[in-house]
């Protein structure tokens, strides 16, 4: 749908507001499903996010848009799955396009004041997929995915506007950026969206310091990680006392999780963490380690405290969920569904197969590589895993969810069912050619 059709479609639901939930939506970047303490984690603290799981609900089978970060963030931004979004791969910065319709274009139309801080990924500066063209009034942080690789970079964006950094860690200063926004916020006001998404813990694992972890009989990286870890829960907890501060807790929805799984054995010591927890893959894989990331969910009084759900979902679903809850109009053809009757105790909608894939776009000969796709759906509790050969695993998750045993075989009418959705459930992508190059090499250095 284009957004100036949307725009008109949705503009009469404005007249007939209903509950303005506030959201603050936090997407930690690299972070794996083990890596809170609430999800297994018995090494790194995270007290902040655990204690909001205590006051909200765990979502045990929650799903990132990719297992790579530039798709990942498209999905959630769009509600369109991996087959049908935008961006297919990491490959540069390639935008997503003028008439892609945004989680935050969705959220304005209902009033709601927006601020994204953190990593974008989705479009550079003079592009149609910046920020502050595609619905939010500001952004502060990274554009360009392959930029937010340090954390002392010469300079970070603000809106379009780059700004220096003066030697500064840009995780704390995006985190103060978005304290900023929150702290403007009114109760009774106009309802908001915060869009946290902070790059910690994503490599280069670096810091002002390790603490609490300088102690440890740990690698620097490790120790490093750690803290990224725990820094990353004290803006989390900061944000909360802010809610509590301004009495807006009940009328907010709180969502943190991570935009894809964690890297496994990265780095020396790192095995120690398992950030993973007991699922197979690692960041860049469609198996479960690769895809299924930590989720906490509160809003109190509609979600129950200390409760933890297996109802499959993920960044697809963000967007209608949001728009149900905004009382606002989600654009048409969407891949997700609403699980706002979910989080207020309800029972989960039917729905779609969840699909992702695996993409490769060889930026130096500007072509896709066909042997780098992979694909996966699930379906209730199967799991469907296409190889770059074409093989099809088959698996069932809720008896292994550490997928070691392939069902392929005992169940092949079932497996040759999925491998039939798994080439119907895309699209060809279109070439992410162009401006990626120029941009990779342009930020080769930071």
């Given at each position: 749908m284009l957004r100036r059709n949307f725009l008109a479609m949705s503009a009469p639901l404005l007249a007939q507001p209903v509950e303005k939930n506030n959201f603050v939506l936090i997407v930690l970047d690299d972070c794996g499903y083990g890596d809170f303490g609430c999800?297994?984690?018995?090494?790194?603290?995270?007290?902040?996010?655990?204690?909001?799981?205590?006051?909200?609900?765990?979502?045990?089978?929650?799903?990132?848009?990719?297992?790579?970060?530039?798709?990942?963030?498209?999905?959630?931004?769009?509600?369109?799955?991996?087959?049908?979004?935008?961006?297919?791969?990491?490959?540069?910065?390639?935008?997503i396009r003028d008439e892609d319709v945004t989680l935050a274009e969705v959220l304005k139309t209902g009033g709601y004041r927006t601020g994204g801080f953190g990593k974008w990924g989705l479009g550079d500066a003079g592009t149609a997929g910046a920020p502050t063209k595609q619905g939010f009034d500001e952004f502060y942080g990274y554009l360009h995915q392959v930029h937010a690789h340090t954390y002392y970079?010469?300079?970070?964006?603000?809106?379009?506007?780059?700004?220096?950094?003066?030697?500064?860690?840009?995780?704390?200063?995006?985190?103060?950026?978005?304290?900023?926004?929150?702290?403007?916020?009114?109760?009774?006001?106009?309802?908001?969206?915060?869009?946290?998404?902070?790059?910690?813990?994503?490599?280069?694992?670096?810091?002002?310091?390790?603490?609490?972890?300088?102690?440890?009989?740990?690698?620097?990286?490790?120790?490093?990680?750690?803290?990224?870890?725990?820094?990353?829960?004290?803006?989390?907890?900061?944000?909360?006392?802010?809610?509590?501060?301004?009495?807006?807790?009940?009328?907010?929805?709180?969502?943190?999780?991570?935009?894809?799984?964690?890297?496994?054995?990265?780095?020396k010591g790192f095995e120690l963490f398992r950030s993973n927890g007991a699922l197979r893959g690692e960041k860049g894989t469609v198996y479960e380690g690769g895809l299924r990331?930590?989720?906490?969910?509160?809003?109190?009084?509609?979600?129950?405290?200390?409760?933890?759900?297996?109802?499959?979902?993920?960044?697809v679903d963000i967007l209608p969920t949001f728009a149900e809850l905004a009382g606002v109009r989600a654009p048409q053809g969407l891949d997700g569904v609403s699980m706002a009757g979910t989080l207020r105790g309800g029972a989960a909608p039917e729905r779609p197969f969840l699909y992702w894939e695996q993409n490769q776009f060889q930026v130096a000969q500007q072509k896709w590589v066909p042997a780098g796709h992979s694909r996966a759906l699930r379906d209730g509790k199967w799991k469907a895993v296409r190889k770059a050969d074409g093989a099809v695993e088959l698996y069932d998750l809720a008896a292994d969810r550490s997928e070691k045993n392939d069902l392929a075989r005992q169940q092949p009418a079932l497996a040759k069912r999925y491998a039939a959705l798994l080439e119907s459930a895309r699209s060809e992508p279109r070439s992410h050619a162009g401006t990626s190059m120029q941009f990779r090499t342009k930020w080769s250095n930071q």
């Open positions: 999800f297994g984690q018995e090494l790194i603290r995270t007290p902040h996010i655990d204690a909001l799981a205590g006051q909200g609900a765990k979502f045990t089978d929650f799903y990132c848009g990719a297992p790579v970060c530039a798709p990942s963030r498209c999905v959630l931004m769009t509600g369109l799955h991996g087959g049908h979004a935008a961006i297919r791969a990491n490959a540069g910065t390639v935008p970079p010469e300079f970070l964006w603000d809106n379009e506007k780059r700004v220096d950094l003066g030697g500064k860690y840009s995780a704390d200063q995006i985190a103060e950026r978005s304290f900023q926004f929150l702290e403007r916020q009114k109760k009774g006001g106009d309802p908001f969206f915060l869009y946290a998404c902070y790059t910690l813990p994503h490599a280069k694992f670096e810091g002002p310091d390790t603490h609490p972890y300088q102690d440890r009989p740990w690698p620097e990286a490790a120790r490093h990680y750690a803290a990224m870890m725990t820094r990353a829960d004290g803006y989390v907890g900061r944000l909360m006392a802010m809610l509590k501060e301004k009495g807006m807790e009940r009328d907010t929805v709180v969502i943190v999780t991570s935009d894809n799984g964690a890297h496994s054995g990265m780095e990331v930590p989720c906490v969910v509160r809003w109190p009084g509609r979600v129950k405290a200390g409760s933890a759900s297996s109802a499959p979902w993920g960044f």
